[in-house]
């Protein structure tokens, strides 16, 4: 019969492979920041040129599977939870897309 410490083991190596204990970390995080946030202090608005860089980092983020760190910056930053369209952030931006044959164009 396993011990209690055995099944503690199973359990958080599970919800690590699973991705949930990383989302819970994540998400005890957004509450801390949310929780120590100055209310009183409001915060500043958020400008198209910061709305786009918060975007170009989230986009960053989930590209590299970085989703808990993502969810932490929209919390704490007021950007939209909503993603803004690819297509939208390269005509803002004026770049350029890598198409699928690695040639850019």
């Known amino acids: 019969m396993a011990t209690v410490a055995e099944l503690k083991a199973v359990l958080k190596d599970t919800l690590e492979k699973r991705g949930v204990l990383g989302h819970l970390k994540a998400r005890i995080r957004a509450e801390v920041f949310n929780a120590l946030d100055d209310e009183s202090e409001p915060r500043p608005s958020l400008s ?13 983020l989930e590209f590299n599977k970085y989703k808990y760190t993502a969810s932490v910056l929209i919390a704490e930053s007021g950007q939209p939870i909503v993603a803004l369209d690819r297509q939208f952030l390269i005509r803002e931006l004026n770049a350029f897309e890598e198409s699928k044959d690695n040639t850019i164009g």
Request: net charge negative; proline share 0%.
């Open 48 to 60: 198209h040129e910061n709305l786009l860089i918060n975007e170009l980092i989230r986009e960053y």
